[in-house]
């Protein structure tokens, strides 16, 4: 499938968010570790939380998780802890996405994992039991997935955790956003260092829970306003919080430097907040910025930045080449049908200097399977007629209602076989 955009002239319009995918899969987990029956409010209704809600529901014998590597990552560590014997695992892409590090980590704690292909990833066949935790060690610089599925269960095993992160840190904010999370639901665990988390053996209690909107899906729509010619657009979101654990609330404060104004208006009582965006008046001489606490937000600026002619460099992007594809791969390839040269240094930087080549005619960008792909990429629709999406329908890994959100906002989307 392909998908032709076509975008308005002006835009004016409300857009109801969906609800954060990363606060969602966490508050899932520890709500299934808590045994409660107080589900978790204003789920996300994406894949990746969709596969997580229906394993713990059913806990099949074999446990599809399909792409969803936040699934993969958080399951894993759940299953250790969890009575029963199960297979878990997913797509063809999922099964080259390594998962060592974190599978290493629990056999340490003495968890029974093993691995029914190649040695290091997916599918793997895990016999839950209960764990006596202890102290581990394990890099910084892996995917915080695997740092936030071990701390999650470590209130249940019987000795806590003190868990000690090596070398550089990445993607902090997701740890905090763990962290967070764990306290609401009783967690006693703090950083004890700069590395170093300590987690006591105290079970989790159950709770309502009010999942707040995400700031991931909202950067797009900052990208929108960025690239459109309309120097009145005004786009409100809806349910983000000033504040907020995510770590790419951030884009607010990124986005001001390419002439993007947020306004937060005052909380009513039983209504969600309202952001709206407009622009202001700004050029940058250029954007030099490490993406290792926000890595997902890389396409959208990589993207953003080249169509306004911004020269770049964007450094800590290690954990772009084992995601749904290799995005610096990916990035690369896709900015030069757009006639823009993006060069790397083959492990963690991305720049451009103004480098330009022919672009493709009539442009279809590829999404390799990655939702982030499609999103980041649609909004160039507003500076290149006709572009072309294909396999459009990957954004349902984070946010499905995306092209419905587009068409309220005046896009027209034409569906080609």
Known sequence: ????????????????????????????????????????????????????????????????????????????????????????????????????????????????????????????????????????????????????????????????????????????????????????????????????????????????????????AASYWYEMVALSKDEDIEVKLTGLMDGSRQGDSSVKYLFNMLGIKTVFKTREKGKPTVVTLKKFERKLARLDYDFINQPDMAQTFVVCCALLDVPFRFSGLTSLKIKETDRLEALKTEMRKLGYVIKDNGRDMLSWDGERCKPTPEVAIDTYEDHRMAMAFAPVSLRVDGLRINNPQVVSKSYPHFWNDLRQAGFGITEVE
């Open 1 to 216: 499938m392909q998908y032709i955009l076509t975008a308005p002239e002006k835009i004016n319009t409300t857009i109801n968010l969906p609800a954060s995918k990363s606060i969602s899969n966490r508050a899932l987990i520890i709500h299934a570790l808590s045994r409660g029956d107080i589900m978790p409010d204003n789920l996300s209704d994406c894949d990746d939380t969709e596969v997580i809600l229906n394993a713990l529901e059913n806990m099949p014998d074999i446990i599809d998780i399909k792409a969803g590597g936040t699934a993969m990552r958080f399951m894993t560590a759940y299953l250790a802890v969890t009575p029963g014997e199960h297979i878990l695992t997913g797509t063809e892409r999922m099964k080259q996405r390594p998962i060592g590090v974190l599978v290493d980590a629990l056999r340490f704690l003495r968890a029974d994992i093993s691995y029914e292909g190649v040695n290091g990833f997916p599918p793997l066949r895990i016999k839950g039991k209960t764990l006596w935790g202890g102290h581990i060690e394990i890099p910084g610089n892996v995917s915080s997935q695997f740092i936030s599925a071990i701390l999650m269960i470590a209130p249940l095993l019987n000795r806590g955790l003190k868990l000690k992160l090596t070398g550089d840190i990445v993607s902090r904010p997701y740890i905090d956003m763990t962290l967070c999370i764990m306290r609401d639901f009783g967690a006693e665990v703090e950083w004890t260092g700069n590395d170093t988390i300590s987690v006591t053996p105290k079970p989790y209690i159950s709770r309502k829970y009010f999942i707040e909107n995400d700031w991931s």
